[in-house]
């Protein structure tokens, strides 16, 4: 969101700097993410959510031209095996079509399993989305801060806020490097948003971090046509199947209370493997080359309740707050960027930026020296990520694709450590 | 498009034996490292033909080499395809694409990473597999930090226990079987050194973020360590022919086709595929 909000205050003459505590851009929520890009059929008409996800579904192709980044509109299916449950899905269509959905279907179980063999028999109901996609949610994300760079804002890493004071004209920032004298000052601290609201004004909501169990599946492996969501018996989601862009299948556990910060538990995991084999029986979990946890923050009221909608918070004039961005935080982070791109227009009366630039390119250029067999990722593609700002083997395979495939690095660490002490990075 | 009677994947054992067994006809060898010898060339222990090492055993293997035969070292095969013809991606040469009426599939296999098995907890730094270890140490002169957990006790497990205890670093070895499952002349070391070998249990979770501090096991036995390796089995390494089916003119052999104890084996299979290719192109020419 980060990315997405300098990209866009560059639309305008708005000199704009981003802080970054960690080591690289893309670290947290968007790390660890579902890839989806959903169709907006969950959210409650007239709220934000619901405005955003329509538009930045729609938008998707454009951006994800515009930023170089591949984008499958894969569908979905939203599938249930109890009756009682398929009433929710009639009030997810009506949702959806008063959210301006495009092409939502209601669909009987035996067209459901026609459709996608994979899943279990027995379907009772499924709610189909043909606008529906999968993105790479860093890949997303490291071009949005490339092209804001590219458009003139500066970044700084490693670059932990310590303090925010009010001053004359605007804010002042201190973090363990420097401090900055600024105008407006746009929190998307993500996981800590309510923490940095805090060093000024408090906020009214707090997160609540919650987390899920990933599996990521070899290429190889059969996968659904589309993502597959299960709508469980109870409330809330079960499991989710998502073929990715990649072409790797993702299946995403199901949300629970935080107990360590981007962790599997071995509960989790086995709860995951069992749900993961229930609804799509011919799943081959032997070929499963990756499990990880993400983290969610789960924005709550001073009541405890949840908050269903975005919560943008403007405790003073020229300070926004992003606070508890959760799903579907990826689908919209180009329309939350603008948003808070506009009002910050519109505050400092900023000029149009006429030299803005929405175009970006990624690293594409390839040379004949394979150095991640798995995924044929080549030693040019590596250098151009390390000059691009990876400065270490995580950055590197988040910008060139390298050790994301059947081995997971185990053959090629060493050649990119190598090549990052080479290109001037040290061992980290 | 180059021609050649028959394209060799992996230059290792079985593609060297292979090469040999073919040997008389036009053979392209292509093999992704410097130089051919493949996983020999890692491994510094004695135990190969007469108690050589298996770099040794890879030096005499590729002494009575074929000189006819072209190689192509630093060259990742790309792609095969069904008409018979293959993408090469080589360092030296850069792309390459060539005809063949015969291909020997000789890439060995790969390791199971931690990734593929269900261990929960973090994702931390100072896991790896025993053969990545293995690359490191004996070819990068790496030298990993103790204690060292190990997550099996097969042969490649047993072989990084022994060399890792004799550098004086602790040693625990995880084993999901109720006894140990290497080779008999593997599993010396567990008398001749101190390394703790814990049966019928498996690795549950690993702890510490960025680093690694420790494991615990299913049984919930906690296990503080700063390197895990992860030795639980080997996987052929057959991507390439995806989807091609059995056709005629394919031969697999060495650790591609099924994974063996000992190098002889593999020798013999590799030297077998080779007649077998050169025999049906000599039926054909």
Request: hydrophobic content about 40%; charged content about 20%; aromatic content about 6%.
């Amino acid at each position: 969101l980060g990315c997405f909000t300098a990209r866009n205050l560059r639309r305008w003459n708005i000199s704009t700097i981003l802080l970054e505590k960690e080591d690289d851009v893309c670290k947290g929520i968007t790390r660890a993410n579902s890839a989806i890009v959903y169709a907006g059929y969950d959210n409650k008409p007239g709220s934000m959510k619901a405005e955003m996800t329509v538009r930045g579904n729609a938008g998707m192709e454009r951006l994800c031209k515009a930023l170089d980044v591949p984008f499958s509109r894969c569908g979905s299916l939203l599938v249930t095996y109890d009756k009682a449950a398929a009433a929710r899905l009639e009030r997810k269509l009506q949702n959806g079509i008063e959210n301006g959905v495009p092409g939502l279907r209601l669909m009987s179980g035996a067209e459901a399993e026609a459709m996608e063999p994979m899943l279990k028999k027995g379907v009772q109901a499924a709610l189909y989305a043909p606008s529906t996609g999968t993105v790479n949610p860093w890949q997303l994300g490291i071009a949005a801060y490339e092209n804001a760079v590219h458009n003139g804002a500066e970044a700084m890493l490693n670059t932990l806020v310590s303090d925010i004071r009010e001053a004359e004209e605007g804010f002042l920032v201190e973090t363990n490097k420097d401090t900055f004298l600024c105008k407006m000052v746009f929190n998307c601290a993500g996981l800590c948003a309510d923490q940095v609201q805090e060093l000024l004004f408090s906020p009214s909501v707090r997160l609540h971090l919650d987390s899920a169990e990933y599996l990521v599946l070899d290429k190889h492996a059969r996968k659904p046509e589309c993502v597959i969501f299960h709508q469980a018996e109870s409330c809330g989601k079960g499991i989710t199947a998502i073929p990715c862009v990649e072409g790797n299948l993702l299946i995403s556990g199901i949300r629970k209370p935080l107990e360590t910060l981007f962790a599997t538990t071995v509960k989790g995991l086995q709860e995951l493997h069992l749900a993961a084999k229930a609804l799509l029986p011919e799943v081959d979990l032997a070929q499963v080359i990756r499990s990880f946890g993400a983290v969610r923050p789960n924005p709550c009221m001073e009541n405890g309740e949840s908050l269903h909608d975005f919560c943008i918070e403007n405790p003073a004039p020229g300070f926004y707050s992003l606070i508890g961005i959760k799903t579907p935080g990826l689908t919209c982070a180009n329309e939350l960027g603008l948003h808070l791109a506009q009002k910050a227009a519109a505050y400092l009366n900023a000029n149009e930026n006429p030299a803005f630039d929405p175009e970006h390119r990624t690293i594409a250029d390839k040379d004949n020296e394979i150095v991640c067999q798995c995924e044929q990722i080549t030693k040019a593609e590596i250098v151009e990520a390390i000059r691009r700002g990876a400065v270490t083997v995580d950055g590197v395979k988040r910008r060139a694709g390298s050790g994301m495939g059947r081995c997971q690095g185990s053959r090629c660490t060493y050649e990119i450590e190598k090549l990052l002490e080479e290109y001037g990075h040290g061992r980290v | 498009m180059e021609e050649f009677d028959i394209l060799i994947i992996g230059g290792g054992a079985a593609g060297i034996s292979a090469a040999k067994g073919a040997k008389g006809a036009r053979v392209l060898l292509a093999d992704r490292k410097a130089a051919l010898g493949g996983v020999l060339l890692q491994c510094t222990h004695r135990g190969f033909g007469k108690n050589k090492s298996g770099v040794e055993y890879a030096v005499d293997l590729t002494d009575a080499f074929p000189q006819e035969i072209s190689l192509a070292l630093n060259t990742t095969v790309l792609s095969v395809s069904e008409d018979k013809t293959a993408l090469l991606s080589g360092k030296d040469f850069g792309l390459r694409e060539i005809r063949f009426s015969q291909l020997i599939l000789a890439t060995g296999c790969r390791e199971i990473p931690m990734g593929a098995l269900p261990i929960a907890g973090t994702r931390p730094k100072g896991v790896y597999t025993a053969g990545q270890m293995q690359e490191l140490m004996n070819l990068h002169s790496f030298m990993p930090d103790g204690p060292v957990v190990i997550l099996g006790s097969g042969d490649l497990g047993l072989i990084m226990a022994r060399q890792l205890a004799e550098v004086g670093l602790s040693v625990t070895m995880v084993e999901k079987k109720p006894q140990c499952g290497g080779m008999a002349k593997n599993q010396r070391c567990l008398t001749e050194y101190p390394i703790r070998l814990i049966c019928d249990d498996t690795i549950g979770e690993i702890h510490g973020y960025p680093h690694l501090t420790g494991c615990t096991t299913a049984k919930g036995v906690r296990i503080p360590c700063r390197t895990l390796l992860i030795a639980a089995g080997l996987r052929p390494e057959r991507e390439l022919i995806f989807g091609l089916g059995e056709p005629d003119w394919l031969h697999i052999c060495g650790n591609c086709n099924m994974v063996h104890p000992m190098v002889e084996a593999v020798v013999n299979e590799g030297k077998q595929a080779g007649i077998a290719a050169y025999k049906n192109i000599r039926g054909s020419l």
